[in-house]
Nanobody, 125 residues
Framework: QVQLVESGGGSVQAGGSLRLSCIIS???????MGWFRQAPGKEREWLAH???????KYADSVKGRFTISQNSAKNTLWLDLSRLKPSDTAMYFC?????WGGGVCYRSPGRYEYWGQGTQVTVSS
C-alpha cells in the first residue's frame, strides 16, 4: 500500500508560481509517479509523470511552465507551477502506479493505483 498526501495549493494571480508537494509513504510496485488535475465539470487531466530513472513527460498544455521532480529517497514528489493562467484553476492530485514496465509510464488516470486527496489551485486574472 502507498499513501499520498498533497500540499502547497492556494490562490495566486495570473503569472504567479506555486510549488505543490506530495509526500509518499508505504511500499508497493509503483515506479511511476504522476500529477493530474481536475476542474469542475471536466475529466481528470494528466499533466506530467516521472519514473524511477527521473525521466519526465509533460502534457502540451503545461510543457515549459510546470516541472515535475522527485527526491532521491523517493518519498517526496513536487510539481513546480509557473506562469499560471486562470485556466490552470483545478484540484491537483498526485498518483502512483506500476506503469507498463521498462520505465514506461501511462498517461491515463485509470492506470494509476494510488491517489492523494488533492490540493486546490486557484488562479485569478
Amino acid at each position: 500500500q502507498v499513501q499520498l498526501v498533497e500540499s502547497g495549493g492556494g490562490s495566486v494571480q495570473a503569472g504567479g508560481s506555486l510549488r505543490l508537494s506530495c509526500i509518499i509513504s508505504g511500499s508497493a510496485n509503483t515506479p511511476c509517479m504522476g500529477w493530474f488535475r481536475q476542474a469542475p465539470g471536466k475529466e481528470r487531466e494528466w499533466l506530467a509523470h516521472i519514473n524511477t530513472n527521473y525521466d519526465t513527460k509533460y502534457a502540451d498544455s503545461v510543457k515549459g511552465r510546470f516541472t515535475i521532480s522527485q527526491n532521491s529517497a523517493k518519498n517526496t514528489l513536487w510539481l513546480d507551477l509557473s506562469r499560471l493562467k486562470p485556466s490552470d484553476t483545478a484540484m491537483y492530485f498526485c498518483a502512483a502506479g506500476p506503469g507498463w514496465g521498462g520505465g514506461v509510464c501511462y498517461r491515463s488516470p485509470g492506470r494509476y493505483e494510488y491517489w492523494g486527496q488533492g490540493t486546490q489551485v486557484t488562479v485569478s486574472s
